[in-house]
Structures are given as structure tokens and as C-alpha cells.
């Protein structure tokens, strides 16, 4: 049985202290959300490396663009709702266009936050800043993974977005990572086998693909599970295999099923293998305040809503006469 996840937030500020005790060359710039995202103990620990920029994002991505430039590999620790919407322009030409070594940290990810309303959930990001030539989008499922996600970004020469959900309230996710698990940029990771339906999720909504392959082995339906963290690249050979061996697809993603995973998914599928594919997630809305527990299942980011869709899909694979 997995474990409940650490709160992210921790696990970040954990990561980077670490990662930076190695590296010298990392530093932290902050658009003014250290408290919220829980990072000031890298501020205590690496006065002369925490960069305060204050509630000016655009500026905190020129500025993060001028010292790669100069050889140091800037983090951005910011919410991503700012981070991604406030910063399009500065992102296209600073650091995509000028394949920067600059690695963006969007915090606050998605509906996991219950009383900041529309302008501060972020729905957007993975299918914004995927459009944008030279960026890399992930988003980890857990703390091993957004360990080793970390990590390896920090090692990668060129500009990334990694989005992350705070985790410490109601309906966060559990560990799902395998032991010993090591993240790649482009590849994602199989969690359970399956050959009726291929679950395909990121960030939170993994343990919910988990959780929905539970509810549909008890009906005699046989689920695959996959964790696609490497929105872009994504590894299109492990998502037609999928396709090809369960001849329907289902993606899970707390963000809008506009351009996002499901959008990846179905644009390498419509090119490649066209199956019946269904997509979970924010359907074209804004978000609102309230308990995490009421908005997951009004936007439909539950267990239920991927077994449901999962059902869906298998009866259109039926309906078009695909077989096995």
C-alpha cells in the first residue's frame, strides 16, 4: 500500500537546499511567495543565493534569463498562475527563444488550493507554456519523483517548467513512484499492467488513475496505469503502445483537458493510432473557492470520474467494432 505524499512545498524547499549545498551555481529567485511556498529555509541557509524580486514575475524571468547568461542556473520559485499567464512574453523571448538555463518552479498548481478563487488557480500552464519552442513541461506525481525531477532539470542545459500542486490539504496525492524509480525527461512510467483501458495521468490526479483502476478490477476490467510527468517531450512510443494494447485511453490531469496531457495524448494519437480516448479534467472553466473535497468532484478530478470516463471509452471501442 503507498504512502500519503509529503506536502510538495516541503519537499521542494528539501531539494533544492540540498541540490544547492552540491551545486554552487543554483540559485533561488523569489517573486515574494517564500512563506507560502515554504522555501525560506534556503533564504536562512544561502542568504547570498535567495534573490527576493518581489510581485514582479515578468521581471523575475529577465532577471533569471541575465544571470544563466552568466553561468549560474536560476530557479524561479513563483505561483504558477503568474508565473505562466503574467510572464508569457518574457518566457517566449527570454528564455525559450534564448534556450536559457532557467528553471521555472510553478507553484500552486491546478484546483489544490480552497480559498484563493479563479485568478489564482492555475489551469492553464502545461497547454500555455507547452505551445512555446525549447521548453521542457513536466509536472511530478510525488516527492520521489519531484526529487529526482529536480535533479535532473537542474543537470539539463535549457529552459523548463516544472508545475506543482501544493498537497497538504484535503485530496493530495500518495506516493506512486516504484522504489528506486529515477525520472527522464520524455519518458514516464508504467505503474500497473492492464489490457482493457490505458489510464494516462500526471501530477495528482496519477493516484486517482490508481485508484480507478481499483474500482474497475473490482468489475472485471482490467486497467493500465501510466504516470506521463514529461508533458513535453512526451514519449509518444509509450502512449501508442498503450493505445495499441488496450485500443482505448483515458488522460487525468487537474488542469483543463484543453492542450494540456489530454491534448498531447490525443494529438500523438490522432497522428499515429486513432482509438476512442476520453479526457478528465477541467473542461473548459474557471475555478472557484470552496472545500477541495466539493470542488474535485464538481470539476470531476475524483477516482470515479476517470473509472467513469474509463467506461466510456471501453463502450465506444465497442461501438466502432474495435476488437482486441
Avoid: W
Wanted: aromatic content about 4%; hydrophobic content about 45%; glycine content about 10%.
Amino acid at each position: 500500500m503507498t504512502q500519503p505524499s509529503r506536502d510538495l512545498r516541503d519537499a521542494l524547499r528539501d531539494a533544492v537546499i540540498d541540490l544547492a549545498a552540491e551545486n554552487p551555481r543554483i540559485l533561488l529567485l523569489d517573486s515574494d511567495v517564500g512563506v507560502a511556498t515554504k522555501v525560506m529555509a534556503f533564504k536562512n541557509k544561502f542568504p547570498q543565493r535567495y534573490i527576493q524580486l518581489g510581485v514582479a514575475e515578468q521581471n523575475t524571468i529577465s532577471v533569471a534569463a541575465g544571470l544563466a547568461n552568466a553561468g549560474f542556473i536560476p530557479l524561479i520559485n513563483a505561483f504558477g498562475c503568474f508565473a505562466s499567464r503574467r510572464s508569457l512574453d518574457q518566457i517566449f523571448v527570454h528564455l525559450a527563444y534564448a534556450k536559457a538555463n532557467v528553471k521555472i518552479l510553478g507553484g500552486y498548481a491546478g484546483l489544490t488550493t480552497p480559498n484563493t478563487g479563479a485568478t489564482h488557480q492555475e489551469l492553464t500552464a502545461l497547454a500555455v507554456v507547452r505551445a512555446i519552442p525549447n521548453m521542457v513541461v513536466i509536472e511530478p506525481a510525488d516527492e520521489p519523483e519531484l526529487r529526482s525531477a529536480l535533479r535532473t532539470i537542474t543537470v539539463y542545459e535549457g529552459p523548463v517548467y516544472m508545475r506543482m500542486s501544493r498537497t497538504d490539504t484535503d485530496g493530495g496525492p500518495r506516493d506512486v513512484s516504484p522504489t528506486g524509480y529515477e525520472f527522464q525527461i520524455g519518458a514516464g512510467c508504467s505503474l500497473r499492467n492492464g489490457t482493457d483501458v490505458a489510464l494516462i495521468g500526471c501530477g495528482l490526479m496519477v493516484s486517482r488513475c490508481l485508484d480507478a483502476a481499483e474500482i474497475l478490477a473490482g468489475e472485471g476490467i482490467s486497467a493500465r496505469v501510466i504516470n506521463m510527468s514529461s508533458i513535453k517531450p512526451i514519449n509518444e512510443d509509450l502512449v501508442v503502445k498503450a493505445a495499441r494494447e488496450t485500443r482505448c485511453v483515458v488522460t487525468a490531469e487537474n488542469h483543463t483537458i484543453l492542450g494540456g496531457l489530454g491534448g498531447a495524448v490525443s494529438e500523438v494519437l490522432g497522428e499515429r493510432y486513432p482509438v476512442p480516448i476520453r479526457r478528465v479534467g477541467i473542461r473548459d472553466s474557471f475555478g472557484e473557492s470552496g472545500p477541495l473535497k466539493d470542488l474535485h468532484e464538481k470539476y470531476g478530478l475524483t477516482a470515479q470520474a476517470v473509472a467513469d470516463a474509463a467506461r466510456s471509452a471501453i463502450n465506444a471501442r465497442a461501438g466502432a467494432g474495435i476488437a482486441l
